[in-house]
Structures are given as C-alpha cells and as structure tokens.
C-alpha cells in the first residue's frame, strides 16, 4: 500500500508492464483475456503486424486491485474486491466503464480493458483501452450502500485515475447516478485549487452534472447508425427489418427504442427474467416495454407479449439479433439456433470462439462488438473534450459527429475485410492494430 501525495491511501498497481503475463495466477485462468489474444493474433497474422506490437498488446500494462471495507445499512462492515485494468494507452488516456457484478474477475477486466483498446484504435479517438469492475451483485444492496461501495471504490484506486490519465464510464449496473459520485469523490480528494479537474475524471455523467446530451442513448445509437449502414449493403432498408435483442438495459432499450422510430419490429426480447414475444403482428412496443422494465426490473410478464422458452428466442427468425447483454451468450449452441441474416453485438464479447465458427459457417454476418458499441466511447470523448474545453454542444451536432466517426470506421472495416478477405470481427481488429502499429513506429520505444 503506498499513500500518495493527496493523502489517498491506494494499492499501487500489482504489476508493472513488463510483468503483467506473469501475474496471470493459476486462480485467473486467461479465458476470456486469451480470447482476445487470440482474435488479435488473427487478425495480426493476416495484415502482418510488426511482431513487437503484438508481443505489447498480449499483456495489460497496468493492472491495480483493491480489496476495501465499506458500511452496511445495519452497521455491519463488508470487504468488496474491485479491479482496474489499464490495457494500452498509446493512443491517449485509458478509457473504458466500470461494471458491478457477480462474475467480474480480473480475466474479464483484462479482456473488456483489451477490448476498449481495439474498439478506442478502430473509431479512432485518441484513447486507450481500459476497464473496471466490483465483484458484487448490486440488486442485493441498498442505493445507499451502492453509493457508500462507489465512493470507497474510487478512494481506494486514488491517483490511478484522472481526467488525463485514465477515464471511467458506466458500464453493466453503473449509471449517470454512479458518474456523479465519481466525480464529487474523486474532486475531494484533490486540493481545492485542483477541483475544477474533477469533472473530465469520468464520462457518462447526467448532463446537469457535466455529462453530455446523447451520452445516455449513444450505445444504442450507434447500434442502429451501423444497422442503418449495414442494410443497404445487403439491399434492405431498415424500416423494413425485423429485430430480437437480448437485454434491456441501457444498450438494448436504447436500441430498440431508436429502432422502433424508424419503423422497424420488435419480435422478441430476452433478460435475466426471462423471455418474451410478441402476440400481435406489429411487435412488441419498446417504449412501453422500457416503462415496464423500469418499474418491475424485467421484462417478464409485459402485458401484451407471451413468455417462451430461452431456445425459442433464439431460434426466432428476424432479420436482426442484437445481444446487448453479457459475454458469452451466442455459443456453438445458440448460434445454430439463430435464424437472422445479421448479429449486431451491442454488449462486449457476446460471440464465444466456438459461436463465431458457427456463424460463418452459416454466413450469418456480424457487427462486432468493437465496432457496433462504440457509440458509447465516441460520446464519451465528446463529453470528454466538453468538460475540458468548457463547452456544451446541442444534441443534432452530437447525433452528427457520431454518426460521421462510425462511418469512417465502418468504411474502413468493410475495406479491410474485402481487401484481406477477412470476417468483419478480424476486420475490425486489423484496422485499430495498424493504427497502433503507426504509432509505436512513429514515437519507438522508450528508452
Ligand atoms: N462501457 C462502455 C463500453 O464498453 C463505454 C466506455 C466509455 O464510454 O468509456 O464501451
């Protein structure tokens, strides 16, 4: 434990970045991290990465975990275990959300922090890639313990992140609310003076509090933007498309909603409750549904749908599924049961190796992950540049800019994969590694 300058005590990082693969311990198996390892290793062989690159970006740079205490409703005291992994930042600050939940483990941080790197590399904003994460079940707290966990979290990672250095956003069970605290956290630990820094330390704030109008939908957004750049490609047009989303949290209601006011229909959804379709020919109304959501926490039970089983939702024909969930959701299994022309990942990881083999084998085309929600980082940079430059922009120049970055990224992915003959994902993946290569050749490496 070392105690900084601001009087914040903080576990240092617990690797240095030429020891990193040697703290991957026996108890964090690299699953997940070694997935990406490998999707990265694909794509380097086929656009013949410099080897140096690759030998960097095959361990995180930086990697702190904290164990720390915090005050139960009842005066008890529990201990939480809460990681922050800095992957790369070549390109500029780490970046990248901080999830609560049951199954975070430093594997899955590695592998979410080596995934911003990527998806920040692919859209080109000047970021690195990072990620963060309490091991909890936040449905089992109060608000106020949520809160009193939140603040001991940021106290305890200290000076390990800042508004130039590395850049928290929400991610699973995080929110505006959990961005506020952040901030008013972080800024007490600074010198008075230094407070008006504060508010750059995280993105995905409310907008009376700093964030940026759009950031809230942006995931989402993005998701559609690239759906509606996907179809003409495959001579359809959007309204006419047929969707299915797994989750209905920030990414997939978002999704749904836009998707809904450009005429296409909803025909199944799936959650941690369970499964839902829809009885009548229209489909399933999402903003009614996201009310529904908000109010019961599910989407189990919408009046006006039927409930099915988890295999008849996957095997749903549409023209598009969007998991916007978890890691880990189209298997081999699941990805034989889809019956849809596109899988648009708005989570990160959604498609196991084994799932992917399945989907192009059965030429089902994918929006990876990297690409499809990176709307949410891109309006975190806006909000970002906001902060720093004391501006506000309105929500038209948002939408704009958003949508002209993503184009750029999906042109250049769609060119690289015809020009490699690659799938999309390994597309992706070789466009953000030579923008990383470019850079390691111009600056070298120090000393
Ligand atoms: N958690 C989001 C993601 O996985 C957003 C990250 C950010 O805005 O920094 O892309």
């Not at 997940?32 to 030998?55: H, S, W, Y």
């Not at 009193?148 to 990672?157: C, D, E, I, Q």
Request: proline share 5%.
């Amino acid at each position: 434990m070392t105690t900084l300058a601001n009087g914040t005590a903080t576990l240092g990082p617990i690797t240095s970045p030429h020891s990193a693969s040697a703290a991957l311990r026996a108890d964090d198996q690299p699953r997940l991290f070694q997935r990406v390892r490998e999707q990265m290793d694909r794509a380097a062989e086929a656009i013949d990465l410099a080897p140096e690159v690759r030998k960097i970006l095959a361990s995180p740079a930086c990697e702190v975990s904290v164990t720390f205490p915090v005050k139960m409703d009842d005066g008890r005291i529990e201990m939480f275990s809460g990681y922050r992994v800095q992957h790369n930042n070549v390109l500029g600050p780490f970046k990248g959300g901080i999830r609560y939940h049951p199954d975070v483990s430093i594997d899955e941080v590695r592998a979410l922090a080596a995934w911003m790197t990527i998806k920040c590399a692919l859209v080109d904003v000047p970021f690195g890639g990072g990620k963060g994460g309490v091991q909890v079940d936040p449905t089992t707290l109060s608000r106020r313990e949520v809160e009193r966990m939140t603040r001991r979290f940021v106290y305890a990672l200290g000076a390990n992140i800042g508004p130039g250095y590395d850049v928290p956003a929400p991610d699973v069970n995080t929110d505006a609310r959990t961005m506020a605290w952040i901030v008013d956290t972080y800024a007490a630990t600074l010198p008075p003076q230094e407070r008006y820094r504060a508010l750059a330390v995280v993105t995905g704030k409310p907008v009376s509090a700093g964030g940026s109008v759009g950031r809230e939908k942006a995931t989402g957004q993005g998701v559609v933007d690239l759906i509606e750049m996907w179809a003409p490609d495959n001579r359809c047009k959007i309204s006419d498309l047929t969707y299915t989303v797994q989750g209905f949290g920030k990414v997939g209601s978002w999704a749904a909603r836009i998707l809904k006011d450009k005429g296409a229909k909803l025909l199944a959804v799936q959650d941690a409750t369970g499964a839902i379709r829809a009885h009548a020919a229209e489909g399933l109304d999402a903003d009614a549904l996201a009310t529904h959501v908000k109010k019961t926490g599910g989407v189990a039970g919408f009046p006006g749908a039927q409930a099915i089983s988890r295999e008849a939702f996957f095997g749903t024909e549409a023209d598009v599924f969007i998991p916007a969930a978890l890691e880990d959701q189209v298997t081999a299994e699941t990805a034989r049961l889809l019956k849809v022309r596109l899988v648009a990942e708005g989570a990160n990881g959604p498609t196991t190796t084994e799932g992917d083999a399945v989907l192009t084998e059965r030429s089902i085309a994918v929006l990876p992950d990297v690409l499809c929600n990176a709307g949410g980082v891109i309006v975190s940079y806006f909000e970002w540049l906001q902060n720093r430059g004391g501006a506000a922009w309105n929500a038209a120049e948002v939408d704009q800019r958003l949508k002209e970055i993503l184009e750029r990224a999906y042109a250049r992915t769609k060119e690289m994969a015809a020009e490699k003959s690659l799938d999309w994902r390994s597309a992706a993946y070789a466009v953000a590694l030579r923008r990383i290569e470019q850079v390691y050749a111009e600056r070298g490496i120090f000393p």
